[in-house]
């Protein structure tokens, strides 16, 4: 047989044999890219913790568990403006008004047949059994009648009791969390602490290869490339407090790149790249990663677009992922997959749960990859696609809202997992 005529049988039985495996249901993609995502995570190091002052820790992610120091609510309230009475008391006759309770006030004694003025979130008297909304009264200056019948009263009408939202020692916020505004709300009523253990902020290095690139503001020529990917990081990544980030651009050349990604090793938690990470003769980021020491997961993981990215661990645990370096590629590969990997190194425990909408879709194009399509989100709630040339085409995802998440060999019309960007 001819030898090349028996190489290009030998290629194309590879090819085959490669995708038969993406297509086998034994060896799915979704299965492969979890199982390499799993991989990956576990290996990553989380960044080391830090103690702040209290008001410096919003946004942050708290390494810590907050315990409620006291009851909540720490007496008992009343719900409702209204009158605290004893049960027992309610005879039809007018109550004289004994003081009144305001939010915040010290806590009254209720005297015998007597009734208290009482405001929403004021305390409730000891001994009274409930609060008559004042709605339900005829006031005067000194005496309220109750205007129902005591049938209609139960004890603990309209009292919100003590510890009947958390009781003291009570996990309120857990450790990984995001100190988002609720969370912070919940943080500086349920801890009595100054300041709080959280994890320091994740060190991000940025390297965008390509001799074609050129940057904001420079002279470009019709055969160049305006660098888009970096900004993009840079934008996605400046809307998390919990991350700091550093860029430099590196030319088409293997020492560079070596020395880039060695350089950024020293110091940061995380290191994104785009570009170079596919099998051109300029695609030097896998062989330079392996040769600072990272140990390369995966590489080439069976998606679209993006197929080329690759993801390795560095030697002190930190986060490596070689983004491919068309703009649609890299949006979509760090949202979908750098995103999630970048909490694990930030000490967040909840993984990212993306809303399932519906997709309004004729076309009936199906793909044996993973499949990321652009969409937006139209007022009620539902998703259309946005009509794309392909992975580099920066203006269909201008358009865009986020991405669904189309399985393997299935048409895109459904309920799918949407990513915002």
């Not at 410096?56 to 009475?85: K, T, W």
């Not at 000490?347 to 009936?364: I, M, N, V, Y």
């Not at 399509?373 to 794309?388: A, E, I, M, W, Y």
């Amino acid at each position: 047989m001819n030898p090349n005529a028996a190489k290009k049988k030998r290629l194309s039985s590879s090819v085959l044999a490669q995708k038969s495996m993406l297509i086998n249901p034994l060896t799915a993609p979704q299965d492969i890219i979890a199982a390499k995502m799993a991989d990956l995570q576990s290996r990553l190091k989380v960044v080391s913790t830090e103690s702040v002052a209290m008001g410096e820790s919003i946004g942050r992610v708290l390494a810590q568990h907050i315990h409620a120091f006291r009851d909540n609510p720490a007496i008992d309230v009343s719900a409702m403006d209204g009158y605290a009475i004893r049960l027992d008391d309610h005879d039809g006759r007018a109550f004289p008004v004994c003081g009144t309770a305001t939010a915040g006030s010290a806590q009254n004694h209720l005297a015998d047949r007597s009734a208290v003025r009482v405001f929403t979130g004021g305390p409730v008297p000891t001994q009274a059994q409930c609060v008559v909304r004042r709605e339900d009264c005829n006031e005067s200056e000194t005496y309220v009648s109750i205007c129902v019948p005591k049938e209609s009263l139960v004890p603990g009408q309209n009292i919100r009791r003590r510890g009947e939202n958390a009781r003291a020692g009570d996990t309120m916020i857990a450790a990984g969390s995001l100190l988002t505004p609720c969370r912070f709300a919940g943080a500086v009523t349920f801890s009595d602490q100054s300041s709080q253990t959280i994890f320091r902020k994740v060190r991000i290095g940025i390297i965008n290869t390509g001799d074609e690139l050129i940057e904001f503001g420079q002279p470009i020529e019709p055969w160049q490339i305006r660098d888009s990917n970096g900004p993009f990081l840079e934008s996605i990544l400046a809307r998390l407090p919990w991350v700091e980030a550093t860029r430099t651009k590196v030319v088409d050349d293997q020492d560079a790149t070596r020395q880039a990604i060695r350089h950024y090793l020293e110091s940061c938690d995380v290191l994104l790249m785009t570009g170079g990470v596919s099998m051109g003769d300029t695609d030097y980021v896998p062989d330079a990663i392996k040769s600072a020491g990272c140990q390369v997961v995966f590489h080439r993981i069976p998606i679209r677009p993006g197929r080329p990215m690759l993801g390795a661990v560095g030697p002190r645990g930190q986060l490596v992922l070689g983004l491919p370096g068309n703009p649609l590629s890299v949006a979509v590969t760090f949202r979908r997959f750098g995103w999630e990997l970048l909490r694990s190194v930030a000490g967040l425990t909840q993984p990212e749960h993306p809303p399932a909408l519906h997709l309004d879709c004729d076309d009936t194009k199906t793909l044996d990859l993973i499949w990321f399509r652009l969409v937006c989100l139209k007022p009620d709630g539902r998703l259309s696609l946005v009509p794309s040339q392909g992975s580099g085409d920066i203006a269909s995802l201008i358009q865009s809202d986020g991405f669904v998440e189309i399985p393997v060999n299935a048409q895109s019309a459904g309920c799918r997992p949407f990513y915002a960007w």
